[in-house]
T-cell receptor, first 116, second 113 residues
Framework: GAGVSQSPSNKVTEKGKDVELRCDPI?????LYWYRQSLGQGLEFLIY????????KSGLPSDRFSAERTGGSVSTLTIQRTQQEDSAVYLC??????????????FGQGTRLTVV | AQSVTQLDSQVPVFEEAPVELRCNYS??????LFWYVQYPNQGLQLLLK??????LVESINGFEAEFNKSQTSFHLRKPSVHISDTAEYFC???????????FGEGTQLTVNP
């Protein structure tokens, strides 16, 4: 596609429910990131996929959060038993990969998650 | 592991004034450095980047940033700002070995008439 696509754009869920957020990266991009942006906060790193390497999960805030990337393309971020503090904009980005010139990250428009 | 510090969370300035948004990073190895901009109600987009070579890099809309290795800084500057420059600016770093992209907390630049 022309850019990074995220769905849904908005999601309202009840506390305790599970949610799945989807990211379609730019075709051919081997690196994929998930970040979280809370009101008045910076970008909090969640997880990073690079090719076939084991993902860097060091930013996931709890075991309620998980992500997978199927076939090196589409990624799904799953939040189980959502809490109100999970409310934020979840951003996905992709890049060509490693090495100079390949590191520019292209961002999607984000999914605004509201837990009520 | 790398980290980024943006020293100012809010920078209000008047139109046509100069501005500097400060960014310092921490890393034990060589890095790539980036500034991203987020205009109101829009997604993040790359403003400029330092990969190698000349330490002074420029954007198409008049911003520039200088990589200073000894001070581990990558401050963003513009000699004369416009109201349309109002946005949140994020500094980011990744290690050349191929690590994740780490962002600072962001600086909200507000340009007033």
């Amino acid at each position: 596609g022309a850019g990074v696509s995220q769905s849904p754009s908005n999601k309202v869920t009840e506390k305790g429910k599970d949610v799945e957020l989807r990211c379609d990266p730019i075709s051919g991009h081997t690196a994929l990131y998930w970040y979280r942006q809370s009101l008045g906060q910076g970008l909090e790193f969640l997880i990073y996929f690079q090719g076939n390497s084991a993902p860097d999960k060091s930013g996931l805030p709890s075991d309620r959060f998980s992500a997978e990337r199927t076939g090196g393309s589409v990624s799904t971020l799953t939040i189980q038993r959502t809490q109100q503090e999970d409310s934020a904009v979840y951003l996905c980005a992709s890049s060509l990969g490693q090495g100079a010139g390949n590191t520019e990250a292209f961002f999607g428009q984000g999914t605004r998650l509201t837990v009520v | 592991a790398q980290s980024v510090t943006q020293l100012d969370s809010q920078v209000p300035v008047f139109e046509e004034a100069p501005v500097e948004l400060r960014c310092n990073y921490s890393s034990s190895v060589s890095v790539y450095l980036f500034w991203y901009v987020q205009y109101p109600n829009q997604g993040l987009q790359l403003l400029l980047k330092y990969l190698s070579g000349s330490t002074l890099v420029e954007s198409i809309n008049g911003f520039e940033a200088e990589f200073n290795k000894s001070q581990t800084s990558f401050h963003l500057r513009k000699p004369s700002v416009h109201i349309s420059d109002t946005a949140e600016y994020f500094c980011a770093v990744s290690e050349t070995s191929g690590s994740r992209l780490t962002f600072g907390e962001g600086t909200q630049l507000t340009v007033n008439p």
